[in-house]
């Protein structure tokens, strides 16, 4: 299934992956987790324990109409397709991996200033 992979620091990357949970599991080195931060039925899949574990922080979600931050992925995730009438997950269309390639085309870093976290766009 063709994905795109969101790494810390890294620009994202359109990847095929096998679509059985080993293979979700090994791309986000752990237990997975579905997310439905979007309008269509595209789910971000990162890993169940990623804040727990201390993953690096990865990219922050953030609300459509104020571009408020309401949440941070930690460690590595990926997006792709989240059909309703589908018990599985499948390829991102296309057009669904250039539109999130440039959603999410800055990778971003994260500061602990005593005690808030500031994001900064790279």
């Known amino acids: 299934m063709k994905i795109l992979l969101l790494e810390p620091h890294q620009s994202p990357q359109q ?28 789910a971000l899949i990162c890993h169940e324990e990623g804040k727990l574990l201390n993953l690096p922080l990865n990219r922050a979600l953030r609300y459509p109409e104020t571009g408020e931050i309401y949440d941070i ?3 590595t995730c990926f997006l792709c ?17 250039a539109r999130y390639a440039k959603l999410f085309d800055r990778p ?15």
């Open 73 to 75: 992925i930690a460690g």
């Open 15 to 42: 990847v095929e992956i096998g679509d059985c949970l080993a293979d979700m599991q090994a791309m986000v080195g752990g237990p997975i987790e579905a997310v439905y931060p979007f309008g269509e039925s595209v």
């Open 108 to 122: 971003e870093e994260f500061l602990n200033l005593d005690g808030q976290l500031i994001c900064i766009l790279n």
């Open 81 to 97: 397709a989240a059909p309703p009438e589908s018990e599985q997950f499948e390829s991102l269309s296309e057009e669904q991996l």
